[in-house]
Nanobody, 123 residues
Framework: QVQLVESGGGLVQFGGSLRPSCAVSGRVTDINRVDWYRQAPGRERELVAGITSAGRTNYADSAKGRFTISRDNAENTVDLHMNSLKPEDTAVYYC?????????????????WGQGTQVTVAS
């Protein structure tokens, strides 16, 4: 019901900038929040930034001051503006959408994931 497609990854030099974009389609009105996660080799997948349907944002400590998550309603995308990139930012970046369906009887959360986009920061 929700499809996520990441793009905009690539290779960037130390201190450079990159803007991965998550294209959201399907039943977008059911989405409670959209997040960017990343997973580096040998490490657990971690939350980088998130934005709710109301526009509230949150960031991992490692991303604060360097990354900005934003929603482009006209394009149905959620972008992650990354600046001052470091080699430790190298990872596959995944877009995640949380869908919450509430009924009289139940409350159920659905999670959707994109395929990921590779971000590599050269040292």
């Amino acid at each position: 019901q929700v499809q996520l497609v990441e793009s905009g990854g690539g290779l960037v030099q130390f201190g450079g900038s990159l803007r991965p974009s998550c294209a959201v389609s399907g039943r977008v009105t059911d989405i409670n929040r959209v997040d960017w996660y990343r997973q580096a080799p040998g490490r657990e997948r971690e939350l980088v930034a998130g934005i709710t349907s109301a526009g509230r944002t949150n960031y991992a400590d490692s991303a604060k001051g360097r990354f900005t998550i934003s929603r482009d309603n006209a394009e149905n995308t959620v972008d992650l503006h990354m600046n001052s990139l470091k080699p430790e930012d190298t990872a596959v970046y995944y877009c995640h959408a949380e869908v919450l369906v509430v009924t009289i009887e139940t409350s159920r959360k659905f999670d959707y994931w994109g395929q990921g986009t590779q971000v590599t920061v050269a040292s």
